[in-house]
């Protein structure tokens, strides 16, 4: 495990578009409101828009904002993150389509760059838990070599199921703490019968584990049987 002097906590989920990057930014609003000294890295980001003539990457632009920061600040966007890649597909794969390869000696040493900026950083995974990161790690190999907790973002539609029980599982196996899982609407068309049930069930499989249930459309908060968010930074 790499040891960082800030607390860190790692998101990642069950699939791609399950709202990693609207959640996280709750989480850091929530904590900055409560005035932590907060700070937000992404390993690696691919997918960009282009705006104004330039390349924008809106997770990273989310996350710059969500810390009280300013998004056009090109420190701070490097700060965030460093590897950028503009192909709408896994990081390691739109790497190779620009000629350029993830470098893991960044993606495990990267929040040192945070050190002094903040006490909790909160890293947030590209894609799903078992995703590649660069062609010799998967997002799960990264979080464990980092050290960090695990949250995980599961979208509540129709095979959510099996998407968290399977992550979960998968967590489990190569020794997580998982700290919770945040059930996350991410779109309005899901009929509220499948949304309840999502719930419940999961509530029913996964006993011990905290289950947050919340929307896009909403304010993220802590239910009674989770901690608070805080106290799901670990020490790495």
């Given at each position: ?6 607390k ?47 390349l ?31 192909f ?23 929040p ?90 999961l ?12 929307a ?21």
């Open positions: 495990h790499r040891k960082f002097a800030m860190t906590l790692f998101v990642s989920g069950t699939d791609t578009e399950v709202g990693k990057t609207w959640v996280s930014c709750q989480i850091l609003r929530h904590l900055r409101n409560m005035g932590h000294r907060v700070g937000a890295w992404k390993p690696v980001c691919s997918g960009a828009v282009e705006r104004d003539g330039q924008v990457w809106e997770d990273i632009e989310a996350l710059s904002e969500a810390i009280g920061g300013d998004s056009t600040d090109a420190t701070l966007i490097d700060r965030i993150c460093s590897q950028r890649f503009t709408p597909m896994a990081p390691n794969v739109a790497a190779r389509l620009e000629g350029r390869e993830v470098s893991d000696e960044i993606l495990v040493d990267g040192r760059i945070w050190r002094d900026h903040a006490d909790l950083l909160l890293i947030e995974g590209a894609g799903g838990l078992l995703s590649p990161t660069s062609d010799g790690m998967l997002v799960a190999d990264l979080a464990l070599t980092l050290g960090s907790p695990l949250l995980l973002v599961a979208a509540n539609r129709l095979g959510t199921i099996h998407q968290t029980l399977a992550t979960l599982e998968a967590a489990q196996t190569r020794g997580f703490n998982v700290v919770a899982v945040v059930l996350n609407t991410v779109s309005n068309d899901v009929d509220p019968t499948l949304s309840q049930v999502n719930e419940s069930e509530r029913r499989l996964i006993p011990d584990t905290p289950l947050l249930v919340t896009r459309d909403s304010n993220f908060s802590v239910e009674a049987p989770a901690v608070e968010c805080a106290a799901w930074f670990q020490v790495s």
